[in-house]
């Protein structure tokens, strides 16, 4: 008997979205797939260094046991253990699948799957493809949807804008509002579960490694129709990155996985700090306590480069022919951009805003407080606790993908989905985003939407970073609330029928300052320092208060966030003191 | 008072799809390490034209800026290049700013290159694998034939290629080189072998490679580096042969 097919709505083409769309069409029903940009231009193919997996082919007895342990330690023990275990016990699996989709892993001489050392792990657990892991293994991912596409079971809309979702009188999330970025049309479109994977808010910040796709608009839109956002203020700073105007240029934490060293003259002399305050793990210690290290050198100590913000990252010890091998693509990235070749002199880099811990709030199986919204891969809150580890992400990106795919499927036939909705209330529906889209055009006045940005982002950078000051919060709250206010005076000069590229911005804004809000206010209540979220003033970690997830609900009244806290599964490691001057 | 130094624009631009071409001249601050895509960025804070003029801030596509999505090419001073990473001190001013015509545009530099991906499926652009479920068997793979796919697997569909070769566009049906070096990649994979005949077979068609006229721009073009007419001329020999078992297979 043939099975019911079922259409799934997924918002996102990068590798968690796709990897959901490739479940659902293998049990034989239809995905649509939304995206800002062909799927091989998804934010997923900025990851560089690799993804974790215990493959133990270096005699080193890796186990997956030490790489759920490393994963919960590195996330200061807020990660839901249960769903992490799950997540290092899929990993190998999830490697083999992408071997043999063809993605070009760098390999050892006799021919098997070579691994890497990588931040806050003594084993050799993380496989790759040279220095462009996440291009290879979104390629791979894309092909294979594209298969899929041809046998007609998917269908993109590429250049359209995720707007918001369709609820029934049931409250049940049945649809989506989306506009074609290119025509301008708003339609709505129906479906029997929908899943976000969206990405991370990166923008939010000004500048940041992200893509300038990774606005977080569709998480703050959800957010605003009732989802729930967990962990918000747990962002990710990474240690190494060039800084830029444009953007902050990542620079993997695979070149310290390969033996780059950072460092500042002290005394006239080279100051190898890192290997110096953390002698266990020495320039391998995760991002979180990198990226303060340097902060304090640069900030506190005036040791930075030439007294600027910057510090060295140091590979030109290492024979130029294995640098190539291992990390080509993102030295010559280096030099293209910088115009000195780091196989010859160290490279100045600083921390930058880079990935965000929370997101959507989940379950373990990737369903959202909503009824038939479902989230995965970075705009998800789940798997990394406090800080993630290098090379998890690609990782979380993916199996994210294995779980949400099935469940969304299980929801479209099990779930209880309530009243079908009317080609009416689709109709309301869309014509509500429509007549949103039409008071943008119209607006006129004083302010411009991309100075308003430009502000958000060094609100954002300067007071929510690698060091948080309550007051400072406070401050930063009531400035980033009169920039909402300021949206309103909003001028666009663009009336445009074709690319509005502008009216798409000034509505991404609204939802950018919104997430913002979030951030700052989640951030400002945590009195506790973990992972990556420090507070001078309360230097320690706090179990006994914050051993909880953050959950930020949208007030509609105020626009304010109303923070509570949530428990969750930290059952089978005990949660204990970080240090990484110590081995574990 | 020292003169502030500037650079200067000339964007050729477009308000709709079938929308007559027109250029604009911007003028904006120099800084160290300027980008076409952070010069454009600065039009959008203050789209205001050098004559005084406030104008639609230009639109263009990026994501990454990193060079790596593909999404920025456009024709900088008459090269097909990604907008990210060219350094406005590297470019002769002022600088020229068009989309690459090889590709229908949509509005001033932003172009439509569906057809590249669409290309992808005629060439059969994956793996054949059973599923995403595990599979015992792990593929070993020569570590010389990864390496080159490795490199083909950079190709980040940006087009410039495309727009290099004198044989792409409307006067012919070539599919162009990128996609048939991405065959190339498929058909070296121990996997990707099993459907090398079907891959040749796409490429024997109107289009495919007896389409490709030898003249070498596109490896000249390729900002990843990738060595296009290498595989080009690979295929066109695997092609030949595939050409002969097809005859002695009737």
Redesign the interface.
């Known amino acids: 008997m043939a099975k019911k097919r079922f259409k799934v709505i997924v918002v996102g083409g990068g590798l968690s979205g796709l990897?959901a769309a490739?479940?659902i069409c293998?049990a034989g029903s239809e995905v649509d797939i939304f995206s800002?940009?062909?799927f091989?231009?998804?934010?997923s193919?900025?990851a560089q260094g690799g993804m974790n997996a215990c493959m133990d082919t270096k005699g080193e007895h890796d186990s997956i046991y030490e790489h759920f342990d490393d994963t919960v330690y590195g996330g200061d023990f807020l990660a839901d253990q249960v769903a992490v275990k799950g997540m290092c016990e899929g990993a190998p699996?999830l490697v083999?699948?992408f071997?043999?989709?063809?993605v070009?892993?760098?390999?050892?001489?006799?021919?098997?799957l070579d691994l890497r050392n990588f931040g806050g792990q003594k084993n050799k657990r993380t496989v790759f493809?040279?220095s462009?892991t996440g291009?290879?293994l979104l390629?791979?991912l894309d092909?294979?949807v594209?298969?899929w596409?041809?046998k007609g079971q998917v269908k993109t809309h590429?250049f359209w804008e995720f707007l918001k979702i369709i609820k029934n009188k049931e409250g049940v999330c049945c649809g989506i509002v989306a506009q074609n970025m290119?025509s301008m049309e708003i339609e709505a479109f129906r479906a029997d579960a929908v899943i976000l994977a969206t990405g991370g808010p990166g923008m939010i910040f000004g500048r940041c490694t992200a893509?300038?796709?990774c606005n977080g608009s569709a998480v703050s839109a959800v957010y605003q129709q009732g989802a729930r956002i967990a962990n918000p203020e747990f962002v990710q700073i990474h240690p190494t990155a060039i800084p830029?105007?444009?953007?902050n240029?990542?620079m993997s934490e695979a070149c310290r996985g390969e033996g780059g060293r950072i460092w500042v003259y002290k005394d006239g002399k080279p100051w190898y700090f890192l290997e110096e305050m953390y002698p266990a793990y020495g320039n391998l210690v995760p991002r979180d306590i990198a990226s303060r290290a340097i902060y304090d050198v640069c900030v506190n100590q005036h040791l930075g480069v030439n007294g600027e913000n910057k510090v060295y990252l140091d590979l030109s010890h290492i024979p130029a022919d294995y640098l190539e091998?291992k990390l080509g693509?993102i030295l010559e990235?280096y030099s293209?951009?910088?115009g000195e070749d780091p196989r010859k002199v160290p490279m100045e880099i600083y921390p930058s805003v880079h990935y965000s811990m929370g997101g959507i709030w989940v379950d373990r199986k990737h369903n959202t407080n909503i009824p038939g919204l479902l989230a995965s891969g970075e705009c998800d809150h789940q798997y990394h606790g406090a800080n993630r580890l290098g090379a998890n992400s690609l990782l979380s990106a993916a199996y994210s993908g294995?779980i949400s795919g099935p469940e969304a499927l299980k929801w479209a036939e099990t779930g209880d989905r309530g009243s079908a909705i009317s080609d009416g209330e689709l109709e309301e529906a869309r014509m509500e985003c429509v007549h949103e889209y039409e008071r943008i055009l119209k607006m006129d006045g004083e302010e411009?939407a991309?100075?308003l940005y430009?502000e958000l982002g060094e609100l954002m950078n300067r007071y929510v970073t690698i060091e948080r000051v309550n007051a400072d919060l406070d401050y930063c709250y009531e400035e980033v609330k009169k920039i909402l206010a300021r949206w309103d005076n909003i001028g666009v000069?663009?009336?445009?029928?074709?690319?509005n590229?502008?009216c798409m911005f000034v509505r991404q804004l609204r939802n950018m300052i919104l997430y913002a809000l979030v951030v700052i206010k989640a951030a400002r209540l945590r009195d506790e320092s973990r992972g990556a979220h420090f507070k001078r003033e309360f230097p320690t970690r706090d179990d006994e208060h914050f051993l909880k997830e953050t959950i930020a609900n949208y007030d509609p009244k105020t626009e304010d966030p109303i923070i509570t806290y949530g428990d969750f599964d930290h059952s089978i490691i005990k949660p204990r003191p970080r240090n990484y001057a110590v081995a574990k | 008072m020292a003169l502030q130094k500037t650079v200067t624009f000339i964007i050729e631009r477009q308000d709709s799809p079938t929308g007559k071409p027109y250029t604009q001249e911007f003028e904006l601050p120099w800084r160290p390490a300027l980008n076409v895509v952070a010069a454009l960025m600065e039009i959008q804070k203050n789209p205001v034209t050098k004559d005084g003029k406030r104008v639609a801030p230009v639109v263009w596509e990026c994501n990454c800026l990193e060079k790596v999505c593909g999404a920025c090419m456009m024709v900088i001073n008459g090269k097909a290049q990604q907008a990210c990473c060219a350094l406005v001190d590297k470019l002769k001013q002022p600088i020229h700013l068009a989309p690459a015509r090889t590709f229908p545009v949509i509005r001033d530099l932003l172009i439509d290159r569906t057809v590249m991906f669409e290309n992808l499926k005629r060439i059969q652009g994956w793996i054949n694998v059973d599923g995403t479920w595990e599979v015992r068997i792990p593929p070993r793979q020569n570590p010389n034939t990864a390496a080159t796919a490795y490199e083909i697997s950079h190709c980040m569909t940006c087009g410039c290629c495309l727009e290099a070769c004198p044989n792409v566009g409307p006067q012919s049906d070539f599919i162009g080189p990128s996609p048939i070096a991405q065959a190339y990649m498929y058909n070296i994979n121990p996997l990707g072998e099993y459907d090398k005949a079907n891959r040749l077979n796409a490429l024997m068609a109107k289009g495919g490679i007896t389409s490709c006229g030898n003249s070498g721009n596109c490896v000249k073009a390729c900002p990843k580096g990738i060595k296009l007419t290498t595989y080009l001329a690979q295929i066109n020999r695997d092609v030949n042969i595939q050409a002969l078992k097809n005859i002695f297979d009737h």
């Open positions: 990897m490739l479940k293998e800002y940009c062909p091989k231009r998804s934010h193919l900025c699996a083999r699948m071997d043999r989709m063809g070009p892993f760098t390999r050892s001489a006799e021919g098997v493809a040279g462009t291009q290879q390629y791979a092909e294979q594209r298969k596409e041809t590429v290119n893509s300038t796709i830029g105007s444009d953007k240029r990542l091998k693509g990235m293209e951009f910088m294995t411009n991309r100075q430009h000069t663009d009336r445009g029928k074709w690319a590229q502008e």
